[in-house]
C-alpha cells in the first residue's frame, strides 16, 4: 500500500534496439533515488516503467491470471453494490434508519474475502506482461 499523493512516477520508453536507450542510466538513477530516500527515512513511493517493444508470442499466464482476478473483484463488487441499493431502499421504504448488518451482509463480505484472498501473492508481480 502506498499514498499516491507521495508517489513518483518515472517513465523511459525507446524502440527495439539494445544500445543507445540509456536504460542502464536510468536504472543506477533509480537505485541512487532509492539509497537518498531510504537514508531520509523518506515515505515517498517509486514506481517506474520501462517500455522497450520487443517480439512476442502472447500474454505470459501472470497477466491473464491477474486480469481474470480483477474482472471478478469488479463484478463482485458491482453485484454488492446493486444488492446494497436494493437492500437501503427497502429498509429505508420500511420508515427505518438502516444499520450496518441491513446494508452489508454475512455473505457479502465473505464474497469481498475470497476475492481479496485471491489477489494476494507471495512473489512480487511480473515485470514483464508478455513472453
Known amino acids: 500500500d502506498f499514498d499516491l499523493d507521495k508517489t513518483l512516477y518515472f517513465f523511459i520508453a525507446g524502440r527495439y534496439e539494445f544500445q543507445n536507450k540509456g536504460a542502464d542510466i ?5 537505485a541512487r ?4 530516500l531510504k537514508e531520509q527515512g523518506s515515505d515517498v513511493t517509486v514506481v517506474a516503467f520501462l517500455i ?7 500474454f505470459n499466464v501472470d497477466s491473464f491470471r491477474a486480469q ?21 431502499f427497502e429498509v429505508c421504504l420500511r420508515g427505518r434508519i438502516p ?10 463480505i465473505v464474497r469481498l474475502k475470497r476475492c481479496i484472498y485471491a489477489t494476494q501473492r507471495n512473489n512480487l508481480p511480473p515485470i514483464c506482461t508478455h513472453n
Open 26 to 30: 536510468f536504472i543506477e538513477a533509480l
Open 33 to 36: 533515488l532509492n539509497h537518498r
Open 52 to 58: 522497450f517493444p520487443a517480439a512476442t508470442n502472447s
Open 68 to 88: 481474470a482476478i480483477v474482472k471478478q473483484l469488479r463484478e463482485t463488487v458491482n453485484d454488492i453494490q446493486s444488492d446494497m441499493g436494493t437492500r437501503l
Open 99 to 108: 444499520i450496518g448488518n441491513d446494508i452489508l451482509r454475512q455473505e457479502d
